[in-house]
């Protein structure tokens, strides 16, 4: 059975970077759509960006396109969320979830199948 587990997370100021990564342990991302969303307090988990199986396929939120960027090592059976020029807006506990297939642009949560523990983002100067 796959399990996620997202890492990277911390504090850093406006304008600063984070790389957010997350493992899969159980079996592969292969066949799987990967998705990161984020939630904060008070708001509903929103998508903020997904990659296909093989990373041929990448998509981005409006709020962090050119900001972010989403990539994968098949070797170390991990994606990551390369996060620059952060924002307070941003600051959110960002989850890793996965659902099958090959299409990126499903954004609802309900979506996705199985979720990390999610980890913290806070951006404050």
């Known amino acids: 059975q796959l399990q996620l587990a997202e890492s990277g997370g911390g504090v850093v100021q406006p304008g600063g970077s984070l790389n957010l990564s997350c493992v899969a342990s159980?079996?592969?991302?292969?066949?799987?759509?990967v998705g990161w969303f984020r939630q904060a307090p008070t708001k509903e988990r929103e998508w903020v960006s997904g990659?296909?199986?093989?990373?041929?396929?990448?998509n981005y939120a409006a709020s962090v396109t050119g900001r972010f960027f989403i990539s994968g090592d098949v070797a170390k059976n991990t994606i990551y969320l390369q996060m620059n020029n952060l924002k307070p807006e941003d600051t959110a506990i960002y989850y890793c979830?996965?659902?099958?297939?090959?299409?990126?642009?499903?954004?609802?949560?309900?979506?996705?199948?199985?979720w990390g523990q999610g980890t913290q983002v806070t951006v404050s100067s």
């Open positions: 990659i296909s199986s093989g990373g041929s396929y990448t």
């Open positions: 979830a996965v659902r099958v297939g090959y299409n990126v642009n499903f954004f609802d949560p309900n979506d996705y199948d199985t």
């Open positions: 159980g079996r592969s991302f292969r066949g799987y759509v």
